[in-house]
């Protein structure tokens, strides 16, 4: 049997961008409750709360790691599998992919140093201001990354010349139509993400009756953030909707399994999807439903996919169960946010181990939530790699054959199953291990740098007494 490079292509690069969104959408979360940590603890002088930092920087510290070995295969791909693709578009991805390393992994990594081991060894101001940085890192990388795929999604701003595009106005290219919106759906994922895994491991120390105090303060934390965070994304994700429809409607019909073009769309909660006959199997439908949320009218009018050739359209079975997943998680966050708010106003929290153990076992729906919508975007758009533009077929590298794919996804299986099995047994350890123990005084952790060892220091550091008449060295005080 002959092997299809570009289906293996396809594979390949569905796997490696589902391993590696997982780890950004994370890390940017963690990365800003680290900065607010930091910036509490500076602030208050507790030792809880950098004790709550010093735990929470291990953890991204490991999530960083991994999230940076599985991002450059993203890059390689670019040249490898789809060479094509990147010589048509170089002129505006080139760039942007450039500005996301100059100016976001330079930062992240020039201050990610200082947060891990900067410590009592540099001022505390510049350790906050570390933290910062890295947070505000991450976001100009999402910034870079998500202009760059929004435009693949939306273009605008360029003009097409014998095939290759030309960028004619790098703001409308940048901020085209479905940026705004995309943007702000990641970054809000982001922090729900951070906040359930926050919350989820903080309930399983509570559980444990380890480190209460500071977990209790971050659970609290995380589920006033939830409570108001859950809800607008619901918000953005309508506005996100209504954005594609404008621009993708092909993508909206396949979420909601549309196949003809009707009024008063019926909202489908379960079908199951024929590509081939174009119909659907099994239906439970609320009438008009559908075109309420979609067109905010109950008789809105909603295209079908037949209005779509069928090599146009996308997989529809895939992307209509993937935003049922993806909603189904997100209206459980809002749920179980609300539920822990009424029992922290109730002062019954700490003493709800069922709601706890709800909590622990929230902690992996949100990379599955983001891990459905990125399946929803990039799914629903096929089969264009740039819209109506370049499709994946013509993206290829035409040198590309099926063994060279099949070698290349096979490979990349094996390097992310070892990193990946590695990164969870590391962070299941440092879990399981739990937080240091209580800091002695706050002074050990806001501690000036330590001045130059005297000779009156390294005589005692190696045991000798100090002479009866010994004074403190003027470059010397209390240590």
Known sequence: MELDPLLL???????????????????????????????IAFRTRSPEWARLSQFWIKIFA?????GVVSGLVMAFQF?????????????????????????????EASFLGVLLFGRGRVPPGLHLFAAIMVAVGTFISSFWILAT??????????EMRDGIVHVVDWSAALFNPSFPYRFTHMALASFLTGGFVVAGVSAYYVLRRHAVGPSMKALRMCLVMLVCIAPLQAFVGDLHGLNTLAHQPSKVAAMEGAWETQRGLP?????????????NHAEIAIPKLASLILTHEWDGEVRGLEEWSPEERPNVFIVFWAFRVMIAIGLAMIAVAAWGVVLMWRGRLADSPAYLQVLRLMTPMPFIAVLAGWIVTEVGRQPWML???????????????????????????????????????YLTRV??????????????????????????????????EPPADAQTPATGGAR
């Not at 292509?9 to 590696?20: D, L, W």
């Not at 490991?62 to 991994?66: Q, S």
């Open 9 to 39: 292509s396809r594979i390949q690069f569905a796997f490696v961008v589902s391993f590696h969104a997982i780890f950004p959408v994370f890390t940017i979360g963690l990365a800003t409750y680290v900065a607010v940590l930091e910036t």
């Open 149 to 158: 795929n929004s435009w693949m999604h939306t273009p605008a701003g360029y």
């Open 79 to 107: 040249g490898t599998n789809w060479s094509e693709f990147s010589y048509r578009t170089a002129n505006f991805i080139g760039p942007t992919l450039s500005y996301e390393v100059v100016t976001a992994f330079f930062l």
């Open 267 to 279: 909202l489908l909660l379960f079908a199951w999807p024929d590509q081939d006959a174009a119909t």
């Open 62 to 66: 490991v999530v960083f790691g991994m």
């Open 387 to 425: 819209w109506q533009e370049i499709s994946v077929a013509d993206g290829l590298t035409p040198s590309l054959t099926g063994g060279m794919a099949l070698f290349s996804l096979i490979g990349y299986m094996a390097i992310y199953a070892v990193v990946f099995s590695a990164g969870v047994y």
């Open 431 to 464: 879990v399981r291990k739990g937080m240091s123990d209580e800091p002695e005084g706050i002074d050990e952790i806001y501690m000036r740098p330590k001045r130059p060892l005297s000779v009156a220091d390294v005589e005692l550091d190696v045991g000798d």
